[in-house]
């Protein structure tokens, strides 16, 4: 899986958007992209994925470069629930028997002041 | 559906003794995970299941760890010999599909801890 870049730590206040960026510049026309987010004591929980298009659901959105060389996830109103370890994670569509493992960074720590 | 569930969430064990831990992933999925975090660090793979079949293992899995996943239900990892370098949180994860298209559904975790 390619590599990703993401800043160690970021800071917001409640209720404001957050955006997360991500680079991955060697990301090859078949790797989605995916977030997820661990809050402290607790497994990491799924948030998001896409491939080219830019993506929606209920908990966040992801905004995709149209070179697809970085990625931006979207909180629309940081609440203190929101306080966690993001992972930006590159995985291969999974042709062939492609590596199915998620390769985990360090992620960004995302602190809310309330 | 629960989601994925570990069991136990909690275990202190002595240098050298065994340690089993269960997974029981979401239903329908027929793709499992392990994966071992230490603190500060992200999740680290450990080995990889499609329904009962054992398709990856990491270099990480030395020869005291061995997992199963009979009739490709639940699961189980298990450390011989426990060492203190073991202590970490072991994460279990679920999927119904393989490869980029598919997130994965993880677990509470067990927290080993190795005196």
């Known amino acids: 899986d390619a590599k990703t870049t993401q800043p160690n730590s970021m800071e917001s206040n409640e209720e404001e958007p957050v955006h997360l960026p991500c680079n991955h510049s060697?990301?090859?026309?078949?790797?989605?992209i995916h977030w997820y987010r661990q809050l402290p004591s607790q497994g990491p929980e799924y948030v998001i994925h896409?491939?080219?298009s830019n993506v929606n659901n209920r908990m966040a959105s992801l905004a995709i470069a149209e070179d697809r060389k970085s990625s931006t996830l979207i909180l629309h109103r940081a609440t203190l629930r929101d306080a966690a370890v993001y992972y930006c994670?590159?995985?291969?569509?999974?042709?062939?028997?492609?590596?199915?493992?998620?390769?985990f960074g360090t992620g960004t720590l995302l602190a809310v002041q309330p | 559906d629960t989601g994925v569930s570990q069991d136990p969430r909690h275990k202190i064990t002595k240098r050298g003794q065994n340690v089993t831990f269960r997974c029981d992933p979401i239903?329908?999925?027929?793709?499992l995970y392990w994966y071992r975090q230490t603190l500060g660090q992200g999740p680290e793979f450990l080995t990889y299941?499609?329904?009962?079949?054992?398709?990856?293992k990491s270099r990480l899995l030395s020869d005291r760890f061995s997992a199963e996943r009979p009739k490709g239900s639940f699961s189980t990892l298990e450390i011989q010999r426990t060492e203190q370098g073991d202590s970490a949180m072991y994460l279990c994860?679920?999927?119904?599909?393989?490869?980029?298209?598919?997130?994965?559904?993880f677990g509470p975790g067990t927290r080993l801890t190795v005196t």
């Open positions: 994860a679920s999927s119904l599909g393989g490869g980029g298209r598919y997130e994965q559904y």
């Open positions: 060697t990301i090859s026309g078949t790797d989605y």
């Open positions: 896409g491939l080219t």
């Open positions: 994670i590159l995985r291969d569509v999974g042709y062939g028997g492609a590596t199915n493992k998620l390769i």
């Open positions: 239903s329908e999925h027929n793709r």
């Open positions: 299941f499609q329904n009962e079949a054992q398709l990856e």
